[in-house]
């Protein structure tokens, strides 16, 4: 990297360790000297990498209950993320989903946008998050006109960014329907030396590690939001017949406690270690709706273990059908119940599964990014890409 470089990393909101923290993480890594700014940060909720960060904060974080409810001040996004003093900097980074694409910087600085994905409650998502009945009639009229208005600014804010960087295929294709912009391919970062079949481990006493046989039971890495699609693979799992343990937490788990019993449990949030656990000794990992990439079934392939996954969005970069899991073609419970059994009959080859994965390791988005920032402080001022 260039020597001297200041730089302003800027994130949605901290709230917890997803696909996009554990990109950001990566970030603060190749940029130890970076300022860090964001919407709104639960102090504890990230990786101690983020969180030895000194976080720069909207104004957001200061109203009412900011922390638990910071989703329902969503139309004072682009006025807040605007707000940032980004003056000082070289080189911006954003790592965005809503809003952070759209920080303000000097004439000088360039702007790098890991966009994973433009906003979807905005642009094609909209009743899955403020449907009539998310949000009762009367709430979905009201933000209806309120999400067509962010989604105006989403479009108009576009030219703030230099160079796009698209976290899939899919999310590239987005990218240009909806900025008509061109975007650079980086796949998200992988921790493929914690994520590793059981064999890679260290057994106790230098004893050799043995590989579990899998449980009868596939199993769901989620937020437990909407679009995520949870609904879907407990009722799959039931009519196929077989067992399935959800990990996770959000708004819709009060929603999803019906759908438990005769194997099917929710067991809420668990620790890294926990969920590798899982990953090793399940039958499937489930991806069920359709992703703007989906890192837990590139960290379930890690551990050399397939996956079942809708055959749309991400998982059409991440899963090879037959080989590292399934694609099933249409989200109805059917089709994804028929995955799940013919999961359970295949031989799979979990070094095969392993190889697969490490395409997509932190190592390889490094050197990736390294060459595009490189590349982009050496274009000509003013470029485009």
């Not at 109203?63 to 003093?85: K, M, N, S, T």
């Amino acid at each position: 990297m260039i020597r001297g470089l200041r730089v302003a990393l800027i994130h949605d909101w901290l709230t917890g360790m997803r696909g996009g923290e554990k990109a950001l993480e990566v970030f603060c890594e190749m940029f130890p000297k970076a300022d860090l700014f964001t919407l709104v940060h639960l102090p504890g909720t990230t990786s101690p990498v983020i969180e030895q960060r000194t976080v720069k904060r909207s104004a957001i974080q200061w109203l009412p209950f900011a922390g638990r409810l910071y989703r329902q001040y969503l139309p004072l996004f682009p006025i807040a993320v605007e707000q940032f003093d980004l003056d000082s900097y070289d080189l911006v980074i954003s790592t965005s989903h809503c809003a952070a694409k759209s920080v303000v910087s000097t004439g000088r600085a360039r702007h790098l946008c890991y966009c994973l994905t433009p906003m979807r409650y905005a642009w094609d998502q909209f009743d899955a998050y403020f449907g009539p009945d998310r949000v009762g009639k009367l709430g979905n009229l009201a933000l209806r006109p309120v999400l067509a208005g962010l989604a105006r600014w989403d479009r108009a804010t576009e030219g703030r960014v230099h160079r796009y960087l698209a976290i899939s295929q899919y999310v590239a294709r987005r990218i240009a329907l909806y900025y008509n912009r061109q975007s650079t391919l980086v796949y998200p970062p992988v921790d493929t030396e914690f994520y590793t079949p059981p064999s890679f481990a260290e057994a106790p006493e230098g004893k050799p590690a043995v590989l579990a046989p899998p449980q009868p039971k596939f199993l769901v890495v989620s937020a437990l939001v909407p679009y995520k699609r949870v609904d879907l693979a407990m009722m799959a799992a039931r009519h196929a017949g077989v067992g399935l343990t959800v990990v996770g937490n959000g708004p819709e788990r009060a929603n999803l406690e019906r759908l438990t019993g005769d194997g099917i449990e929710l067991v809420g949030w668990l620790s890294d270690e926990e969920i590798r656990e899982q990953y090793r000794s399940t039958v499937a990992t489930i991806l069920p709706g359709e992703e703007d990439f989906g890192i837990v079934p590139v960290e379930a392939q890690a551990c050399g273990r397939p996956v079942v996954a809708l055959g749309r969005g991400g998982a059409l970069d991440t899963v090879i059908d037959g080989e590292t899991g399934v694609q099933f073609g249409d989200t109805t419970v059917e089709s994804l119940a028929a995955g799940l059994k013919r999961a359970a009959t295949i031989a799979w080859d979990a070094p095969r599964i392993r190889q697969h994965a490490e395409r997509f390791s932190r190592t390889r988005f490094v050197d990736e990014i390294q060459h595009i920032v490189e590349d982009t402080l050496s274009a000509p001022a003013g470029s485009r890409w």
